[in-house]
């Protein structure tokens, strides 16, 4: 079974910025595609950002943003250190939910399902 732990998120104004973490111990971690996730209360859970496996698309194709976080959020991945990571910066209020990491076995960009899911860590941005 793989873990994910989650560390970050937190309270911040309007255009600040904050970090989120997502690690795990799974030894195979370059081989899954990774996203992070974030839901409001009453709101379907919806994809921020993604990015696929080391093995399976060219490093200009690899990452995937969402619309609304596009130029503000990146993704990246440490392989060495099996930790995700999610930059978040010129935050809105309408940015504030609760934010998920999770990661795919199929190691695609857009996978249908996601196997494993972090705990969630609230993200707060007061205006």
């Known amino acids: 079974q793989v873990q994910l732990v989650e560390s970050g998120g937190g309270l911040v104004q309007a255009g600040g910025s904050l970090r989120h973490s997502c690690g795990t111990s799974d030894l195979t971690f370059g081989t899954y595609s990774v996203g992070w996730f974030r839901q409001t209360p009453g709101k379907a859970r919806e994809l921020v950002a993604a990015?696929?496996?080391?093995?399976?698309?060219?490093?200009?194709?690899?990452?995937y943003y969402a619309d609304f976080v596009k130029g503000r959020f990146t993704i990246s991945r440490d392989y060495a250190k099996k930790t995700l990571y999610l930059e978040m910066s010129s935050l809105k209020p309408e940015d504030t939910a609760v934010y998920y990491c999770a990661i795919s076995e199929s190691g695609l960009l857009r996978p249908k399902v996601y196997d494993y899911w972090g705990q969630g860590a609230q993200v707060t941005v007061s205006s």
């Open positions: 990015i696929s496996s080391e093995d399976i698309t060219s490093s200009e194709d690899n990452t």
